[in-house]
């Protein structure tokens, strides 16, 4: 395929363990657009509220602390910072801990509010720039971003997905326990498309791509294909 850079946005959501980060970030790199890991800032807030002491439970105090605890997200596919007062957090984020309160911490309005407002913002700078933004997480096409360009929402089975959590825990250097990974995927499934706010769920105008039997190489093959199709490629050279 000819080299192109992306124009507009492209919109990526589904469940965790679907390969969203890693195939955001090379579709990225290679439409040489910018990068925004939305679930990365919830991560990045849920940190700020574990380390304040803050019970995850209560809402307003939880909101008071996002409020003074903007994360600063690194645009760049190759290398998204994401950092807490100049912290650098983006190892941190990725704890049992966070992982753990994670899914409280999102379903508050006044935090949901805040960083879509947050993520917005990015977007629109972005598209100040030539080239677009590759943009994931659970309510991108629904929410942040309706009118983006190409919305895709990717899926698997949970068990494919607890898999490859458990992988990527044990590359990363995390203790790692599949059974107790695919509970967890689970529970977050289920409060993820529960919640109040945002909840988790397809937007009527994405395309739907099951990443069960697909390895990386094969996702971002489909996605290059969609995007090529929706005529959001600029420029030519060589991709692939």
């Known amino acids: 395929m000819a080299h192109a850079e992306l124009r507009g946005v492209v919109a ?5 363990g679907t390969g969203k980060s890693t195939v955001a ?14 679930g990365a800032m919830y991560r990045a807030v849920t940190l700020a509220v574990l380390r304040a002491g803050v019970p995850v439970a209560d809402g307003d105090a939880v ?8 994360p600063a997200m690194g645009s760049d596919p190759r290398d998204p910072a994401v950092s807490l007062a100049g912290e650098d957090v983006a190892l941190e984020i990725r704890g049992a801990e966070v992982t753990g ?12 509010d805040l960083l879509v407002a947050e993520q917005r913002r990015i977007i629109a700078d972005a598209l100040v720039a030539p080239g677009g933004v590759v943009v994931e997480g659970r309510d991108i096409g ?5 009118d983006a360009a190409l919305k895709v929402y990717l899926t698997a089975s949970s068990q494919a997905r607890a898999r490859r959590r458990s992988d990527q825990d044990v590359a ?3 203790l790692a326990d599949l059974e107790r990974t695919h509970a967890d995927v689970q529970r977050r499934d289920a409060f993820d498309s ?4 945002s909840p988790l ?19 971002l093959d489909r996605l290059l294909g969609l995007a090529e199709a929706r005529g959001l490629f600029a420029g030519v050279g060589t991709i692939r």
Do not use: I, Q, W
């Open 12 to 16: 990526l959501d589904g469940p965790s």
């Open 63 to 70: 909101a008071e602390v996002a409020a003074a605890s903007l």
């Open 101 to 112: 309160a994670v899914s409280a911490v999102s379903a508050v309005a006044r935090v949901r």
């Open 142 to 146: 629904t929410v942040v971003a309706r």
């Open 25 to 38: 970030r090379k579709l990225a790199a290679a439409l040489s657009a910018s990068y925004l890991d939305t």
């Open 194 to 197: 529960g919640r109040a706010v």
């Open 201 to 219: 769920r397809m937007a009527e105008d994405a395309v739907e791509l099951d990443t069960t039997e697909l390895d990386v190489a094969g996702v």
């Open 172 to 174: 990363a250097g995390r």
